[in-house]
């Protein structure tokens, strides 16, 4: 395309000659610029604009030609985030498309369903809804169910009620979308698997963690089946479902898929890789709240001084961190290092995010608690043991809640 932009302007710059600025071929060059499929809107843009009102002038407002050149000048506008025109547009477009080729044509429903888009970018559910809904009818007329455009709609629509909070009407247009899927590009299609993941933030929102757990683990033997153990998006799917059986309660379950993560992680990705740290983070974390702090510490030192050699020592993943070591440090009851931690965390979250946000109020929070009882034999009701000891945490529940 870069090869193609010299000879396009070459031979535009010809009809304008040859042929004026208002013949067919020239306005046709002006519609054909290579700017927009090289991704370079604002540099197309007056190319597109000067087609759209020579067209108007020449074939007038209904020309199927005019028509096409207002719907790709509202893209444009799409896509450099100028909403009033683009819509102005996408509406002119749509209703002329509407009037020559029907509301349920394939190309009117594509202008709708820009248009939609559009709308819901610019956080107007209101207006976004009812095309959706228009093009979801249309195409389950004219396509039937079992047609990819009308399961594209049906997801479309699932995220804007989603976006919305109507979750319970979200839900069963949800699972209908997946069922699709599933018999028209299989259980291992890259379309499947992400709709199940929608599925399952669906389910965590309205509150259903034990639903939730069913579908990563059925996500996870698809992942496996299809994708093998070590590719990236099975790791991904395997932590997730890690994260969940952590989160309810069995981290024993948890440490040992965490483990299988990162054994595989190690052995495939090369040096400080962000998903690696992220893995000796996640099983430290576990053995953390299982009591194994002897285990979880060596983790996480690893974890932090990665993170500090790729991500410096001021990034948000570094600073947490620094308080997940330096609070599994603090249970331990060696407390001169962790305060140290403390200290730094709460140093870097200050900075970076200042003294109100949450992360540093409990930094501080979590470095006053150490303080008021570095100078007593029993910490918050935890024992501290002395270094080299392999005793661990009493009361586990008392200091959780510091990870973050």
Known sequence: LEEAAPLY??????????????????LRALAMSPLRAMGREREALPFCQEAVEGRRASLGRMHPDTLLSVNNLATLYHKLDEVEPAESLYEEALAGFRLRLGSCHPDTLRIASSLAALQRRAGRLDRAEPLLREVLACRQKTLGQMDLDTVTSLRSLVTLLAAEGRLDEALPLLQQAISCLRELLGNGHEETLESMQQLATLHRAMGSDDLVLPVYEEMLTICRANLGDSDPETLRVASATAGLLQSLGNAAAAARLHGDVLKIRRDCLVGLHPD???????????????????????LYREALSGRRKRLGGTHPDTLRSLNKLATLLHTRGF?????????????GRSETLGNHHPDTVRSRKNLEVLLQHSTQEVLGGIYAPSRGSSGDVAD?????????
């Open 276 to 298: 690696t740290l992220s893995s000796l983070s996640n099983l430290a974390t576990c053995l953390h709240v299982l009591g194994r702090g002897y285990e979880a510490e060596p």
């Open 335 to 347: 407390v001169q290092e962790a305060e140290e931690l403390y200290r730094e965390a709460l140093s």
């Open 396 to 404: 586990f529940e008392v200091v959780i809640s510091h990870l973050v």
């Open 9 to 26: 302007d070459e031979v535009l710059a010809g009809r304008r000659v040859v042929l004026g600025s208002a013949h067919p071929d020239t």
